[in-house]
């Protein structure tokens, strides 16, 4: 059973739904009885790269790991969860599950992985745009992610990537501000793929970072596979200017985002005002 806002555009056969996906891979796995009843409840937006299939997964390997006792290691219950994802990947699924900023890491035989966990700063703010724009599925927009990279490329992503992991560590919001935008592989190759949105390409989208950036020091990234944004902000440094101006600096990004879609012919449907979680999934 599934409901809530969204409940008419989620998948419910269980060969498709990534809770039954994940649900079937667990039985198959500790030869539990066959068959199960599942509710799944979402005023999430699927299809918005918002990470609803991992969400779900994760719920159901965290009640049947309850209902079944079986358990689950953390790893254990991301490696089961993943089963519910494209490819098993795990990005979404060790989110949902651990909280907090997230490192998988495999080993030379790429069939043994470590999860790092960092909590997240407590002055880290995000904001999530979702656009009208119907999304392709994410499998479909992993095609247009090369599957080769110069070794400039390389190199500045992997420290890009340091910088930010290092920045979580460090609990410092202006570093993960000033690195986390600059996606130089990934995004522009959706952009350019028409993954984003009518006329969202890499010119468009590279433009916007800066501006955010620069105006507002707001950091854009696009959620998941698209087409979300992503605003990140420093909490303390928007209440600062919203006693001076009463604006602060993510309701003038929000605006901007917003405007220069609109101009496209696109709409924002729902904005969350939320901040990263050290929470993972819980029994309530």
């Known amino acids: 059973m599934i409901d809530g806002v969204h409940a008419t555009e989620i998948d419910t056969d269980p060969n498709w739904n990534p809770a039954g996906k994940a649900l079937s891979a667990l039985v198959d796995a500790y030869g539990k009885p066959e068959g199960y009843s599942l509710r799944i409840k979402t005023n999430m937006p699927p299809s918005k790269g918002l990470g609803l299939s991992g969400a779900v997964a994760v719920g159901a390997v965290v009640c049947a790991d309850r209902y079944f006792t079986l358990g689950l290691s953390r790893l254990e219950l991301v490696r089961m969860a993943s089963k519910g994802e494209p490819s098993h990947h795990m990005d979404n699924v060790s989110a949902s599950a651990l909280g907090g900023f997230n490192i998988v890491a495999r080993d030379a035989s790429g069939e043994n992985e470590a999860i790092t966990t960092f909590p997240p700063p ?91 950036l620069q105006e507002f020091h707001v950091a854009e990234t696009i959620s998941g596979a698209g087409p979300s944004r992503a605003l990140w902000y420093s909490i303390s440094e928007d209440h600062k200017h919203r006693r001076k101006n009463r604006t602060g600096v993510i309701q003038p990004a929000i605006a901007l985002v917003t405007d220069r879609l609109k101009a496209l012919g696109h709409e924002v449907r729902e904005v969350f005002m939320t901040k990263p979680s050290s929470k993972g999934a819980t029994i309530l």
Do not use: C
């Open 122 to 212: 407590a002055d880290l703010g995000l904001a999530v745009l979702v656009p009208d724009v119907r999304k392709m599925s994410t499998e479909a927009a992993r095609r247009f992610v090369p599957e080769q990279l110069q070794m400039t490329e390389h190199v500045r992503s992997i420290g890009r990537a340091a910088r930010i992991a290092a920045a979580f560590a460090n609990r410092d919001v202006r570093a993960i501000l000033e690195t986390l935008p600059w996606d130089g592989v990934v995004e522009p190759s959706r952009a350019n793929g028409g993954v984003y949105g009518r006329g969202v390409d890499s010119g468009f989208l590279l433009e916007e970072k800066k501006i955010l």
